[in-house]
């Protein structure tokens, strides 16, 4: 099996973590790795030795649906580190992982879905997500405010935010990225879209130079 492409593995629980680091690390020609954990996601946890069992350099698509202790350090040598796209699901992180993602030079899509966080601020730090092209939010229950650095994602093409209840507002930041095209708010509260109402709403110079526009509120 040690020319396998493409993996996926459901029901994960906490007692597979060595057996499956083991098996992970031999597995160094895998493009695409699926893993997710038995339910419930938040009392099974995928150890973050798992994501540092090899150095993939193959691998180009990884989805995670587990909790997860951290991310691993995108220095070293770790899964992460040659993705293109990137879904992480349920994962429950208490530390900002824009932080590190934001490092990943070759990323392109992310998904964060599903309390992958449950702290209430992300940060794009300056010149984070070199080649990110897509991001998309959904269900961050705990989510209060995302900030946005200079030169932080600047060939971003689409951004969808999804029942992101408590998301107050979009970043300043977002004026700078003058790659959007398409923008996405879907399910937000009417307060949140209110601010982004043509020509008066507060956020409406944002989003103004995004020429495919699609909001909704609940």
């Known amino acids: 099996m040690t020319n396998l492409r493409d993996l996926r593995i459901n029901d994960i629980n906490n007692s597979h973590g060595k057996a499956l680091s083991d098996f992970l690390g031999k597995l160094n020609n895998l493009i695409e790795l699926n893993l997710s954990a038995q339910f419930p996601?938040?009392?099974?946890?995928?150890?973050?030795?798992?994501?540092?069992?090899?150095?993939?350099?193959?691998?180009?698509?990884?989805?995670?649906?587990?909790?997860?202790?951290?991310?691993?350090?995108?220095?070293?040598?770790?899964?992460?580190?040659?993705?293109?796209?990137?879904?992480?699901?349920?994962?429950?992180?208490?530390?900002?992982p824009l932080v590190?993602?934001?490092?990943?030079?070759?990323?392109?899509?992310?998904?964060?879905?599903?309390?992958?966080?449950?702290g209430k601020e992300m940060i794009c730090l300056e010149k984070g997500f070199p080649q990110?092209?897509?991001?998309?939010f959904y269900v961050l229950t705990s989510l209060e405010e995302w900030k946005i650095k200079?030169?932080?994602?600047?060939r971003l093409r689409k951004l969808e935010i999804n029942y992101c209840s408590k998301l107050v507002m979009l970043p300043h930041g977002l004026?700078?990225?003058?790659?959007?095209?398409?923008?996405?708010?879907?399910?937000?509260?009417?307060?949140?879209?209110?601010?982004?109402?043509?020509?008066?709403?507060?956020?409406?110079?944002?989003?103004?130079?995004?020429?495919?526009?699609?909001i909704s509120h609940y």
């Open 41 to 96: 996601p938040n009392e099974h946890e995928i150890p973050t030795a798992i994501l540092t069992a090899s150095h993939h350099k193959h691998l180009r698509r990884l989805y995670l649906r587990a909790k997860l202790e951290r991310l691993p350090d995108v220095n070293a040598q770790c899964l992460l580190t040659n993705l293109i796209e990137l879904t992480l699901f349920d994962s429950f992180l208490v530390e900002d």
């Open 100 to 118: 590190t993602l934001g490092k990943l030079d070759n990323l392109q899509v992310l998904h964060l879905w599903s309390d992958v966080f449950v």
């Open 132 to 136: 990110l092209k897509e991001l998309y």
């Open 150 to 154: 200079d030169e932080a994602m600047p």
């Open 175 to 214: 004026r700078r990225i003058t790659s959007l095209q398409e923008l996405g708010v879907l399910n937000m509260p009417v307060a949140f879209t209110q601010r982004l109402k043509e020509n008066d709403g507060e956020d409406w110079d944002k989003i103004q130079h995004v020429p495919s526009v699609n």
